[in-house]
């Protein structure tokens, strides 16, 4: 089972003659580990900012995961039970999915970079029984489990050795305890359809909603991995994207070991462009998954080709429009490499993407919907399809496609609301994106229906930033949006206005994004503070954040 988009068909044959086949007895951890001829081939080069570099092979992960698998069982650990993992690239993040997969619980990846109330909510909406967590967070992941009934665990990996237990955080269990002296697992039985993993939106317009995927979700990504590759798939793979994000695991991770192919892993924190162009040259790396931020940074090191011994043939990258600048930069700059823009979300990824060897790229546009996904754009209110040109919300065929989610968790209600009939009579499912397709079937963005932030390649939601700003004493009310920034694609803005009495002034902007940043993640804090007498409102009393945007002059 490899589902290669065969090239040499022309797309609309490839798009016509593309099925879904699953045998029975499907299971993510098999597929990625166990199928491939020669088991002994390395599937992940880990890599330290200290020098020290690692290699496994897609036996040794097996072993190591069919340990872990028998150490979580042995802590009660059973099919359906939901473990987190908040680890940065390292082993012990993928080892845990895998031992998740193969016990038929469900996996709960969370980012590293989160606070203690963004890690609270999840962990308890998700009702984790075990959390895995970085010695860099532990103690952030400590404050946040002790408030969740549910955590039995929360499992520390040494900073070294994964089997040597070290010297774990008072609170935690060694991560080397887990792994039971057992090298062999039956895998529980599973399809295709059974419950592997549940990711969190950025939380837009509330809380955040955990999205509930099965064991196809990886497999349904290849289609378009060995699109925007522009190759046979065979290479070798990096994303400094962190491997919390269906971005860093769909576009790249897992896809790659699908096919049999190795992955670096390592550990950046804050990107560095000059030690991403080093890791690149170090291990080869021929295809690597990019935010558009990342390029940007990319684009300011002097002469790349002619410093760093580069392999990269292709380049894939997501989140907002591509400028026809990053598309030259990569030309010339990286002796032809090729860059390809993808789209999805959390709820149904790679649904559209560029591919150089069937149809020419448009500056602006998404690219096409890749084969094995039905994407429409409707009326979001009567699930008409809409004419090449009007602007409506972009939707894909819920039924037979792996990609799509199973359900918000908990929230049937949210579900639902994201559900309409299609003019097929089928379910569809809304992504709450807009835009249009062109006569040529090319799809083109143009706005959320709703008020994401995307900022450095990650997803924000205004309100769950707006929460966190209220609980200052000396704020009444505010608004978060995201404004233009060359760099970032947006940055974090937020409109304050103070409690009565009070002036905004420095010392009460620290403050709040002081606040912001040690209670969300890193990446959520206002960047901007704007001290306004008052916020525009609809009558029903919610802030307008279309007139923020709209009425920011930058002064």
């Known amino acids: 089972m490899t589902w290669h988009v065969t090239l040499g068909d022309g797309y609309e044959d490839a798009r016509a003659s593309f099925e879904w086949e699953f045998p029975p007895d499907y299971n993510l951890a098999h597929d990625l580990l166990r199928k491939h001829d020669d088991a002994d081939a390395p599937a992940l080069y880990q890599a330290y900012p200290d020098g020290r570099r690692e290699t496994y092979s897609f036996a040794d992960l097996d072993r190591l995961s069919n340990r872990l698998a028998n150490g979580l069982a042995a ?29 038929g619980a469900v996996s709960l990846p969370l980012s590293v970079l989160f606070g203690p109330d963004s890690l609270r909510y999840r962990l308890d909406d998700s009702g984790a029984r075990v959390v895995v967590a970085d010695p860099s967070v532990s103690e952030t992941v400590l404050d946040a489990a002790g408030d969740v009934d549910t955590v039995e665990h929360v499992v520390e990996p040494t900073d070294g050795d994964l089997t040597v237990p070290g010297d774990p955080t008072d609170g935690t ?19 295709h359809e059974t419950p592997a993993m549940i990711l969190y939106t950025s939380g837009s317009t509330g809380p955040p909603k955990g999205v509930l995927h099965e064991h196809g979700l990886w497999a349904g990504h290849c289609p378009a991995f060995s699109m925007y590759f522009e190759r046979s798939v065979d290479g070798v793979y990096w994303t400094p994207a962190d491997w919390a994000w269906i971005g860093a695991l769909g576009d790249l991770l897992f896809p790659a070991w699908h096919y049999g192919q190795p992955v670096v892993g390592y550990p950046m924190g804050t990107f560095d462009p000059e030690t991403a162009f080093e890791v690149v040259e170090e291990f080869d790396v021929t295809g690597t998954f990019l935010p558009p931020t990342a390029i940007r940074m990319l684009m300011d090191v002097e002469a790349p080709a002619e410093r760093y011994d580069l392999s990269v043939e292709a380049v894939c990258s997501g989140g907002e ?36 060897e069937w149809f020419d790229a448009r500056v602006g546009s998404m690219g096409r919907p890749v084969p094995g996904h039905d994407v429409a754009v409707l009326d979001s209110e009567t699930g008409e399809e809409l004419p090449a040109g009007e602007v409506g919300e972009f939707a894909v065929r819920r039924t037979g496609d792996p ?8 929230a049937p209600e949210k579900t639902a609301a994201a559900t309409v009939e299609g003019p097929d009579g089928d379910d569809w499912h809304l992504t709450g994106d807009l835009g249009s397709r062109d006569a040529e079937g090319y799809c083109w963005f143009k706005s959320r229906d709703d008020d994401v932030i995307i900022t450095s390649g990650y997803r924000v939601g205004p309100g769950e930033v707006e929460n966190v700003v209220l609980d200052h004493p000396d704020v009444a009310q505010v608004g978060v949006v995201g404004l233009p920034d060359e760099t970032r694609g947006e940055r974090i803005t937020a409109f304050v206005q103070p409690v009565s009495g009070v002036t905004g002034d420095d010392d009460l902007r620290r403050a709040i994004q002081d606040l912001v940043r040690e209670r969300l993640a890193k990446y959520e804090y206002p960047r901007e503070v704007v001290f306004v007498d008052e916020l525009p409102q609809t009558t029903t009393g919610k802030i307008q954040r279309r007139k923020l945007r709209e009425g920011y002059d930058g002064e």
């Open 321 to 356: 429009p591509l400028t026809a600048e990053i598309l030259a930069w990569a030309d010339e700059e990286l002796s032809g490499t090729v860059v390809n823009e993808l789209y999805g979300q959390t709820e149904a990824n790679l649904l559209v993407t560029n591919c150089r």
């Open 173 to 191: 269990v060694a991560f080397a305890d887990l792994l039971v002296a057992d090298t062999e697992f039956a895998i529980v039985e599973t399809d």
């Open 403 to 410: 990609v799509v989610f199973r359900e918000y968790w908990n």
């Open 75 to 103: 802590r009660g650990v059973d099919r359906g039970d939901r473990v987190a993992v908040v680890c940065p690239q390292r082993p012990a993040n993928a080892l845990t999915h895998l031992a998740c997969w193969k016990l």
